[in-house]
């Protein structure tokens, strides 16, 4: 079992895609442990974003990140990590595949609805930003024994 963090960025909340979004992730069966909408400042987008901050489209990612709220959420699940982020395709959402959730809602390389982290280290970082302890509601879905088969735990 792995955690990922993923965030609604403003675009999502935006234009009402939250939902969808959400949706796709408990379809795919992977289990929900934490979600709350916040408003991320300026200080919190470069600790998130600490592999960026020097980039020269830094300031244009800050600014939106930080301009309307966002839904994080703290997912749950057998490789979460690596199957979240194929979910979400490609960063710019003109070369997105169809069928990922970025290559079905965008057509932007900074407006891309969602983030998630990228690999083990930065999921744990991230999820250590995001949710403090009190906020995770771990639990065992009822209905684990139809999502995968035993060997698979
Ligand atoms: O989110 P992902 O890991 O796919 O992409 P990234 O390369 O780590 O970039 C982080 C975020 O910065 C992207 O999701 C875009 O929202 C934004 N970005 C941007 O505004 N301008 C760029 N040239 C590249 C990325
Ligand atoms: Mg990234």
């Known amino acids: 079992m792995e955690r990922t963090l993923i965030i609604c960025k ?6 009402r895609l939250v939902g ?13 442990i934490g979600l709350k909408m916040i408003t991320i400042t300026p200080e919190l987008a470069k600790k998130h ?3 960026h901050a020097e980039k020269k489209w830094y300031p244009g990612l800050e600014g939106f ?4 709220p966002v839904v994080v959420g703290l997912i749950e699940g057998v490789d979460a990590i690596a199957l979240v982020r194929k979910m979400l395709g490609a960063t710019n959402g003109r070369n997105a595949e169809p069928g990922t959730i970025r290559g079905d809602f965008s057509s932007s390389q900074q407006m891309n ?17 995001f949710f403090g302890e ?12 139809s999502l995968y088969a035993s060997d698979e735990l």
């Open 10 to 15: 403003p675009d999502a909340v935006q234009r």
């Open 20 to 32: 969808r979004i959400l949706s796709r992730f408990e379809d795919k069966g992977l289990n929900m």
């Open 49 to 51: 974003y600490a592999e």
């Open 65 to 68: 990140i930080t301009s309307s």
């Open 113 to 129: 609805l969602v983030h998630a982290s990228a690999s083990a280290e930065d999921a744990a970082r991230e999820i250590d930003i």
């Open 134 to 145: 009190s906020e995770i509601q771990a639990y065992e879905p009822a209905i684990m024994p």
